[in-house]
């Protein structure tokens, strides 16, 4: 584990580089979340089901003839939603 060095001891020079490398840093963290959030690919498994990987940390898996039975019933879907909004809970 790196050790900081107390930034108010720093020399202006010095200071100013480490404070640009935070800065730099954080934009780039804030990019990688933001590509992870966007982020939604396919793949088929072994067995012939569809995995739909980026919704959280496991896919979720799904035969085609499931995915059509959801597809199908997605009006239904965001009825429920919007009738239970208060009680839901969002995660990006």
Do not use: H
């Not at 200071?15 to 992870?36: H, P, S, T, V, Y």
């Not at 919704?55 to 995915?67: D, K, N």
């Amino acid at each position: 584990m790196a050790v900081l060095q107390d930034v108010s001891k720093m020399n202006g020079k010095d200071r100013d580089g480490l404070l640009a490398q935070i800065e730099a840093l954080k934009a780039e963290n804030a990019k990688l979340k933001e590509a992870q959030v966007a982020k939604i690919s396919f793949k088929v498994s072994e067995k012939g089901a569809l995995s739909l990987y980026g919704m959280g940390r496991f896919p979720v898996t799904l035969y085609a003839s499931q995915w059509r039975r959801l597809i199908q019933v997605l009006p239904q879907l965001e009825k429920f939603m919007a009738e239970n909004a208060s009680k839901l809970a969002e995660k990006s």
